[in-house]
Every structure is written in structure tokens, then in C-alpha cells.
């Protein structure tokens, strides 16, 4: 028994582990298409669009970029040219087509460098 729950334990830790490019480990995570793909920005660090992770998201799906701490942030996607600050209890969304195909780094100017910075690909 205790040999089942481990092996459950471990399939539902997450996506496949493979180095990235830079050779760091990293996640390949297959959020569902449905609904849009939420971030949680909160501690100065964006949850879940790690660099080293692969997240891909649908065209159309949708991001959406949530303040859940008490610090100030900012949602800046160099890419598209935007950027917004975000209160406590506040989010950004990218909605329909706000996001076309490709790659996008996100970033907090206000905390890029205490590592506050990630990355999401738009798949076709």
C-alpha cells in the first residue's frame, strides 16, 4: 500500500522534466483550454510562468495575471509594447486574440530584479 500511494504521489507532482536550452531543469505544463491560464503574482515572484518552465498556453485561451500579495506589482510583456501596474486585489487580463502566437517574457519593473520575471509561449 505504502508503495501505491508513493506512485500516486509522484504522477501527480506535475509535467515532464527535461533541461531547457540554458540547461536548467525545467517543466513542460499543459494548462487546460478551456478557461484562461492564471498567474499569481504575490511575494515579488510570478507563480506558475517560470523562465525555466515550458507553459504554453492556446491562442485565444486567455492570460490572466492576478495581485494576490500585498506589494504593489506590474505586468509588463515587452513584446506588445504594454505595461500596467497592479494594487493588491487587482489583475490584468489578455483576452480572444490580446496574445497572438508566440513567445513573451513577463515582467515586474519594480521587483525584475529580485527574479520577478517569466515567460509564457501562445501555441497556434
Given at each position: 500500500m505504502l508503495v501505491l500511494c508513493f506512485f500516486v504521489?509522484?504522477?501527480?507532482?506535475?509535467?515532464?522534466?527535461?533541461?531547457?536550452?540554458?540547461?536548467?531543469?525545467r517543466k513542460t505544463l499543459s494548462p487546460p483550454t478551456d478557461q484562461p491560464?492564471?498567474?499569481v503574482a504575490v511575494d515579488?515572484?510570478?507563480?506558475?510562468?517560470?523562465?525555466?518552465?515550458d507553459v504554453r498556453?492556446?491562442?485565444r485561451q486567455g492570460f490572466i495575471v492576478k495581485n494576490q500579495g500585498g506589494n504593489l506589482h506590474n505586468v509588463t510583456i515587452p513584446q506588445i509594447d504594454f505595461s500596467k501596474d497592479i494594487k493588491p486585489g487587482e489583475q490584468v487580463e489578455f483576452l480572444d486574440d490580446?496574445?497572438?502566437?508566440?513567445?513573451?517574457?513577463?515582467?515586474?519593473?519594480?521587483?525584475?530584479?529580485?527574479?520577478m520575471v517569466g515567460r509564457i509561449t501562445v501555441a497556434d
Amino acid at each position: 500500500m505504502l508503495v501505491l500511494c508513493f506512485f500516486v504521489a509522484t504522477a501527480a507532482c506535475g509535467g515532464d522534466e527535461d533541461p531547457g536550452p540554458d540547461g536548467l531543469p525545467r517543466k513542460t505544463l499543459s494548462p487546460p483550454t478551456d478557461q484562461p491560464y492564471v498567474s499569481v503574482a504575490v511575494d515579488n515572484h510570478f507563480h506558475d510562468v517560470h523562465v525555466e518552465d515550458d507553459v504554453r498556453i492556446a491562442f485565444r485561451q486567455g492570460f490572466i495575471v492576478k495581485n494576490q500579495g500585498g506589494n504593489l506589482h506590474n505586468v509588463t510583456i515587452p513584446q506588445i509594447d504594454f505595461s500596467k501596474d497592479i494594487k493588491p486585489g487587482e489583475q490584468v487580463e489578455f483576452l480572444d486574440d490580446t496574445l497572438a502566437p508566440g513567445t513573451y517574457n513577463v515582467v515586474c519593473r519594480y521587483h525584475d530584479s529580485q527574479g520577478m520575471v517569466g515567460r509564457i509561449t501562445v501555441a497556434d
